[in-house]
């Protein structure tokens, strides 16, 4: 099940949140949110519940256990058996795939089928076992309290990924205002527009042309762009979506995106895309490896390290491992050529798109051949058959161009902060309603709804 679907909208989510709404004390509410978010997962993923649950019970019991003696040996523990878990699901056809090919190997593939969120509810379960590690006082004595923390159905299958310090108080105390309600209501259908309106209607053009690797020149870049503004609407409308329900039903996520594009530095552009991700890294990765106090050599080796995770953590190929190294290779480069005070703003922006939008190639590619001729399409070596360009040109059309120039627009932080001025308060509750009409509309219209983020 998907925010953006007809059964969660008109089905799933009124029958929840009027139950949150009549059902009195945190309890209650709790009581309600624990089932409700395993049937959604298990709309998804009937199989695979038992897993989510075994990860619950195996996390609730290693953060009793790093709270007494041998806590160090414990914490290890818990950290090996979480990511075996998710090496077994996630990357076993991955790490067989590359020894077949490295060793000429013939090794069978058993062909697991990824389950929905694990790279998202791991890296959950683990926050909670460090940081009850860290601080003792965070430990959860209810299983059910823990179990709604890992599984709680606004940010199970796509994130944010939520830190369990962040949010450890308000999974037994917090308070939904009337303020809380229409706010966060007003976020999940500017997320739902987002997603449907920009994303969807721009994700068509950027499958049609990456299905014919480019194409020529000018087709590549409008498909290249056209997936940078989908990967972005996409995921940061489902993370709005679910930063707007978790606060109607009385949890304040922090923020995932705060207008990437818009950076001047690929440093920056991790400061602003994807934050919950790049915050657990940094706290739970690259802080414990030394961070950046131990010399420069080492700074890049730590920063390295991430990205080559990060990468992997997005997915089974190669080409996200490269993806994330091409960024923590700018990222470096920055850093030695001190970019940010010798480079002038302007020109260090271009750098950064370019970086950003090209190793999206890697990223949007199935395989490295593929990311290969999508790059000589680019530079202007490709080529494609008048059907198959055809078949690109019968997608541009003034919606799609409409479309395009919203989802450039909305990439600067001016159009945000007009739309939460005291003076657009109004217009913007205005603008929502008839978002959601649209988006009414576009389910009722479209069957492309693809969501990118559910291959992670």
């Given at each position: 099940m998907v925010f953006s679907s007809a059964i969660f909208l008109f089905g799933f989510l009124p029958i929840v949140f009027l139950g949150h709404l009549l059902l009195p004390g945190i309890r209650a509410k709790n009581a309600l949110h624990l089932p409700a978010s395993l049937i959604f997962y298990a709309a998804g993923e009937p199989v695979y519940i038992i897993l989510l649950l075994i990860s619950v019970l195996m996390n609730w019991f290693f953060g009793r256990m790093v709270t007494g003696k041998r806590a160090k040996a414990w914490l290890v523990l818990a950290v090996m058996l979480n990511l075996a878990m998710l090496g077994?699901?996630?990357?076993?056809?991955?790490?067989?795939?590359?020894?077949?090919?490295?060793?000429?190997?013939?090794?069978?593939?058993?062909?697991?089928?990824?389950p929905i969120g694990i790279s998202f509810f791991t890296f959950q379960a683990l926050s909670y076992v460090v940081d009850v590690y860290r601080d003792k006082a965070l430990y959860q004595k209810s299983f059910f309290s823990l179990a709604l923390y890992i599984s709680f159905f606004p940010q199970l299958i796509a994130g944010p990924i939520v830190q369990y310090g962040d949010i450890a108080a308000e999974l037994s105390e917090r308070k939904v205002t009337v303020t809380d309600v229409s706010e966060g209501l007003k976020r999940f259908i500017f997320g739902l527009s987002r997603k449907l309106l920009i994303?969807?209607?721009?994700?068509?053009?950027?499958?049609?042309?990456?299905?014919?690797?480019?194409?020529t020149a000018a087709v590549a870049w409008i498909g290249l762009l056209c997936y940078c503004l989908q990967i972005y609407y996409d995921f940061s409308g489902y993370s709005d979506m679910a930063i707007g329900l978790g606060r109607m039903l009385g949890f304040h996520y922090l923020e995932n995106f705060r207008n990437p594009y818009s950076a001047a530095t690929v440093q920056e552009f991790w400061r602003k895309w994807h934050i919950s991700l790049s915050s657990w890294f940094r706290n739970y990765v690259y802080i414990p490896l030394g961070g950046n106090r131990r010399g420069k050599l080492r700074t890049f080796i730590n920063q390295y390290i991430v990205f080559f995770l990060t990468g992997l953590w997005h997915g089974a190929s190669w080409n996200f491992v490269i993806w994330g190294?091409?960024?923590?290779?700018?990222?470096?480069?920055?850093?030695?050529?001190?970019?940010?005070?010798r480079i002038p703003r302007p020109i260090s922006r271009i750098f950064m798109l370019l970086v950003v939008a090209l190793a999206f190639v890697f990223f949007r590619a199935e395989t490295f051949p593929d990311a290969m001729h999508y790059f000589a399409a680019l530079f202007g070596g490709g080529s494609a058959s008048s059907a198959e360009l055809q078949s690109v040109f019968r997608l541009l059309t003034p919606w799609t161009g409409?479309?395009?120039l919203m989802g450039i627009l909305l990439c600067f932080p001016a159009p945000k902060r007009l739309a939460e001025s005291s003076a657009a308060e109004y217009l913007s509750y205005a603008a929502a309603l008839i978002l959601f009409f649209l988006c009414v509309g576009n389910l009722s219209a479209s069957t492309f709804n693809p969501f990118i983020y559910f291959r992670f």
């Open positions: 077994v699901f996630k990357y076993t056809d991955f790490f067989l795939g590359s020894l077949n090919s490295l060793f000429s190997l013939n090794i069978p593939l058993p062909g697991i089928r990824l994303a969807n209607t721009l994700g068509k053009i950027a499958d049609a042309v990456f299905a014919i690797e480019g194409g190294l091409i960024h923590g290779t700018a990222m470096t480069a920055e850093k030695a050529l001190d970019v940010k005070n409409a479309a395009a």
